[in-house]
Structures are given as structure tokens and as C-alpha cells.
């Protein structure tokens, strides 16, 4: 799973299509290989919970195997009191609602 860099690359999923949850939210667009770009805003903490975040995210997205396609991932303020389970029962919700898994 390579990150998703450049500004371009961020103003280009704003087309795609979307989908959320109660702690996230996804974009994507179809792409010749994965590419995952994680938002985590201050709104959820300092630098410590916001890292722990996007490490879960990171861990929850490495063991999916999702199909190839740019993702951006963009955490709420309430996912800073989620455990690792709820992040993942949340992107799977969000993941399914925008049409990239079933």
C-alpha cells in the first residue's frame, strides 16, 4: 500500500465516489495500483491521538486487500476515543456505503 501524495492527487478525489460512517469518511476513484491518503484533523487531538489514529487505519487498511484505486480516508473528532475494533467496523461501513467493497 504506496500513500497518496501531492495536492493534485487529493483535488482529484473530490469527484469520487464517497461514503462515511459515525467516525469516518472515504473517497476513492479507480487507479492502476492502491494509493491511501489519511486526514486526521486537530479537532481530534494532539499529535499523539492523531498518529495513533492514523496507525490504526494504516494497520485496518494494510489487512483489507482492497482493489486497486486511490483512497482517501479523513478521521472525525470522534474517532479519538475508538478502539481498533470500531475503527474497523467503521471503515468497512463507509467502504461498503461508497461501492468499494461488498
Same mark, same amino acid.
Given at each position: 500500500?504506496?500513500?497518496?501524495?501531492?495536492?493534485?492527487?487529493?483535488?482529484?478525489?473530490?469527484? %469520487?465516489?464517497? %461514503?462515511? %460512517?459515525?467516525?469516518?469518511?472515504?473517497?476513492w476513484l479507480p487507479a492502476p495500483e492502491l494509493r491511501v491518503g489519511i486526514v486526521v484533523s486537530k479537532k481530534v487531538?494532539?499529535?499523539?491521538?492523531?498518529?495513533?489514529?492514523?496507525?490504526?487505519?494504516?494497520?485496518?487498511?494494510?489487512?483489507?486487500?482492497?482493489?486497486?484505486?486511490?483512497?482517501?480516508?479523513?478521521?472525525?473528532?470522534?474517532?479519538?476515543?475508538?478502539?481498533?475494533?470500531?475503527?474497523?467496523?467503521?471503515?468497512?461501513?463507509?467502504?461498503?456505503?461508497? %461501492?468499494?467493497?461488498?
Amino acid at each position: 500500500m504506496l500513500s497518496l501524495k501531492g495536492d493534485q492527487a487529493f483535488q482529484r478525489l473530490r469527484k %469520487g465516489r464517497a %461514503g462515511w %460512517g459515525r467516525l469516518l469518511s472515504v473517497k476513492w476513484l479507480p487507479a492502476p495500483e492502491l494509493r491511501v491518503g489519511i486526514v486526521v484533523s486537530k479537532k481530534v487531538g494532539k499529535a499523539v491521538v492523531r498518529n495513533r489514529v492514523k496507525r490504526r487505519l494504516r494497520e485496518i487498511l494494510r489487512r483489507l486487500h482492497l482493489p486497486k484505486a486511490h483512497l482517501l480516508v479523513v478521521a472525525g473528532p470522534e474517532a479519538r476515543e475508538a478502539g481498533y475494533a470500531e475503527l474497523f467496523q467503521d471503515l468497512i461501513r463507509a467502504l461498503r456505503k461508497s %461501492g468499494l467493497i461488498q
